[in-house]
């Protein structure tokens, strides 16, 4: 697959999380916020075909996939699950 898997995840706002965690301060190359304000949080979550994004804490959050996603997510346990979603899907994760 050559083609670019972008996401953009809608992320409502209960940001107890800490800053070196936050994907757009670890991984600024995979994310970009769009929008900011005291309710919701939206970032633009790209990555190219193999490649791999450090492990990132997240609040509650909406996922829309642009184009079809397919991976892995690596748990803090070290555990993997299997991730697909079809593209101009959302997810509330």
Known sequence: MKTLISIVCFTVI???TAAAQDGVKVAPENYKVLLDNTRVRVVDFT?????????VSRPNRVIYAITP???KLTGSDGKTIPYEQEGRRSVVA
Do not use: E, R, T, V
């Open 69 to 71: 996603a397919i991976g």
């Open 14 to 16: 209960s940001w107890a």
């Open 47 to 55: 990555l190219k075909p193999g490649q791999k994004s450090p492990m």
